[in-house]
């Protein structure tokens, strides 16, 4: 379990940081990224994902956090089975 949290939290990300000032500085910049990150693995994590998510299993759709993290583990679905984004 803590080994999925883990990737989860360092999963690179493409962030485009938009400012005003005219005039950047790479270590502000650093340091709202760095924040910015922080912010996003706080709520990018198993729990999150496992509560945006169903399985659906031909004609079983089911919330439980074991047979999702199962699922999702796996490089290819099998057939019939659809991981859903309740979002």
């Known amino acids: ?3 999925q949290i883990e990737i989860m939290n360092n999963y690179p990300r493409d962030i485009i940081l938009i400012s ?11 340091y709202t990224l760095d924040g910015l990150n922080e912010i ?9 994902f496992c509560q945006a998510h169903e399985l659906v299993n031909r ?3 089911t919330s439980n956090r074991t047979k999702i993290l199962e699922a999702a583990q796996e490089p290819r679905l099998k057939p019939f089975r659809f991981l859903i984004n309740k979002n």
């Open 1 to 3: 379990m803590l080994r």
């Open 20 to 30: 005003s000032d005219k005039v950047t500085h790479s270590d502000s910049d650093s």
């Open 40 to 48: 996003i693995a706080h709520a990018d994590n198993v729990t999150g």
């Open 59 to 61: 004609n079983r759709i």
